[in-house]
T-cell receptor, first 111, second 111 residues
Framework: QQQVKQSPQSLIVQKGGISIINCAYE??????FPWYQQFPGKGPALLIA?????SEKKEGRFTISFNKSAKQFSLHIMDSQPGDSATYFC??????????FGPGTRLSVLP | DGGITQSPKYLFRKEGQNVTLSCEQN?????MYWYRQDPGQGLRLIYY???????QKGDIAEGYSVSREKKESFPLTVTSAQKNPTAFYLC??????????FGSGTQLSVL
């Protein structure tokens, strides 16, 4: 019940295209859902996060869509750029609970 | 310049040797964490601490030890009991439950 599933494992997108990464969780006690971006040899950095009281959150080219009934959330990267090439992790946490991370998606944006 | 400092960036361990990874934060965060990252995998929690002089085991604590004598510092020792220590180790901190902030990581390899 603590697991967070993430797909796809890897993703190749043309410059200017839309990148979509999906995550699913089981624990209904989770109430905070962040996405982290990690470049090779670096630590992950918080990209965007959402709480279940809203269905969508947008920050620049990055959007989280959240479906509480399906227990799913996704990251959309609009107008993808080569500089977006990185590994993306979804995560979930709740009151009194540690973060649980998905296995990651390696995104490559072709120029 | 606030943040989390991990050192060293690269570390090599000989058979039977204990090694200690340093993690220092000046963000005044109460909680600190250690994660292990293996290639193509997500982050797995080793140990965490929510208050000075107290810490709890995470999902993969065997072969590791920690201390939390100061709020700013949370060193991780990889003991000789850890038979497969080669991995990328990430330290993180948070103001209790939200927004994990990560250091830049330490790559540990076995000689």
């Amino acid at each position: 019940q603590q697991q967070v599933k993430q797909s796809p494992q890897s993703l190749i997108v043309q410059k200017g295209g839309i990148s979509i990464i999906n995550c699913a969780y089981e624990n209904t006690a989770f109430d905070y859902f962040p996405w982290y971006q990690q470049f090779p040899g670096k630590g992950p950095a918080l990209l965007i996060a959402i709480r279940p009281d809203v269905s969508e959150k947008k920050e620049g080219r990055f959007t989280i869509s959240f479906n509480k009934s399906a227990k799913q959330f996704s990251l959309h990267i609009m107008d993808s750029q080569p500089g977006d090439s990185a590994t993306y992790f979804c995560a979930a946490s709740g009151y009194g609970q540690n973060f649980v991370f998905g296995p990651g998606t390696r995104l490559s944006v072709l120029p | 310049d606030g943040g989390i400092t991990q050192s060293p960036k690269y570390l090599f361990r000989k058979e039977g040797q204990n090694v200690t990874l340093s993690c220092e934060q000046n963000l005044n965060h109460d909680a600190m964490y250690w994660y292990r990252q293996d290639p193509g995998q997500g982050l797995r929690l080793i140990y965490y601490s929510q208050i000075v002089n107290d810490f709890q085991k995470g999902d993969i604590a065997e072969g590791y030890s920690v201390s939390r004598e100061k709020k700013e510092s949370f060193p991780l020792t990889v003991t000789s009991a850890q038979k497969n220590p080669t991995a990328f180790y990430l330290c993180a901190s948070s103001p209790l439950g939200e927004k994990l902030f990560f250091g830049s990581g330490t790559q540990l390899s076995v000689l």
